[in-house]
């Protein structure tokens, strides 16, 4: 199996076999020593958001879910050490990016089945939401549609505002399957009403270009 600069090999198997698939950082050192810090979890957990280095060998998913499952292991075990203690929100926004990203509805369900046994409801109720926020993000309707000021804008922004609240109390897993609907709903909102308004700015200025 490969060697590290650490020392470290990685274990023979299947469990070596999914390691080989992390992404080795610039000090050469093995996926445990790589996830001795926050920084080090959250640079794992973005770098799966990624196509594999080697496009003719995409990344399989059930390696991607046991990828994730590893880091966020390593995570649990250190999060009351003062650096992790600090950016535990980070950690589990980039949990939530990458669940959202790369595994599918079915296997968020089994990796929330499997972390509730091990560490219990609240700490699955933060990765549910986590998630929440990720679909949001990513749909694009998390914050505010600009100019938020405008009137048009304002029922579309008030339920916005409206699902990051609900987003914050997702308490069962069934829940993230409405976020996901919803924003969909809030995305193609957001493209009908802000293409509304660019076809109005247009024949403003037109308008304005007319009476010259």
Same mark, same amino acid.
């Given at each position: 199996?490969?060697?590290?600069?650490?020392?470290?090999?990685?274990?023979?198997?299947?469990?070596?076999?999914?390691?080989?698939?992390?992404?080795?950082?610039?000090?050469?050192?093995?996926?445990?020593?790589?996830?001795?810090?926050?920084?080090?979890?959250?640079?794992?957990?973005?770098?799966?958001?990624?196509?594999?280095?080697?496009?003719?060998?995409?990344?399989?998913?059930?390696?991607?879910?046991?990828?994730?499952?590893?880091?966020?292991?390593? *995570? =649990?075990?250190? #999060?009351? &050490?003062?650096?992790? @203690?600090?950016?535990?929100?980070?950690?589990?926004?980039?949990?939530?990016? %990458?669940?959202?990203?790369?595994?599918?509805?079915?296997?968020?369900?089994?990796?929330?089945?499997?972390?509730?046994?091990?560490?219990?409801?609240?700490?699955?109720?933060?990765?549910?939401?986590?998630?929440?926020?990720?679909?949001?993000?990513?749909?694009?309707?998390?914050?505010?549609?600009?100019?938020?000021?405008?009137?048009?804008?304002?029922?579309?922004?008030?339920?916005?505002? *409206? =699902?990051?609240? #609900?987003? &914050?109390?997702?308490? @069962?897993?069934?829940?993230?399957?409405?976020?996901?609907?919803?924003?969909? %709903?809030?995305?193609?909102?957001?493209?009908?009403?802000?293409?509304?308004?660019?076809?109005?700015?247009?024949?403003?200025?037109?308008?304005?270009?007319?009476?010259?």
């Amino acid at each position: 199996m490969a060697r590290f600069t650490c020392g470290h090999e990685l274990p023979a198997g299947r469990v070596g076999a999914n390691l080989a698939h992390v992404p080795r950082d610039s000090g050469n050192r093995c996926p445990g020593c790589q996830l001795k810090s926050p920084t080090g979890v959250i640079r794992l957990l973005r770098n799966l958001q990624t196509p594999a280095p080697d496009p003719q060998k995409p990344r399989d998913a059930s390696i991607a879910a046991h990828l994730i499952m590893f880091a966020f292991e390593r *995570f =649990m075990a250190q #999060r009351k &050490a003062p650096g992790f @203690r600090a950016r535990l929100e980070e950690v589990f926004g980039a949990l939530g990016e %990458t669940c959202y990203l790369v595994l599918d509805r079915k296997q968020i369900r089994g990796f929330t089945v499997t972390v509730r046994g091990k560490w219990g409801i609240e700490v699955t109720k933060k990765i549910w939401r986590a998630v929440g926020v990720a679909v949001l993000k990513t749909n694009g309707v998390y914050d505010p549609i600009q100019p938020a000021e405008a009137e048009i804008l304002t029922t579309l922004n008030n339920m916005i505002e *409206f =699902m990051r609240g #609900r987003v &914050a109390a997702v308490d @069962r897993v069934e829940q993230l399957d409405i976020v996901y609907s919803s924003a969909a %709903t809030l995305r193609t909102l957001r493209d009908d009403v802000t293409s509304a308004l660019s076809e109005l700015e247009d024949g403003f200025t037109k308008w304005d270009a007319a009476g010259k």
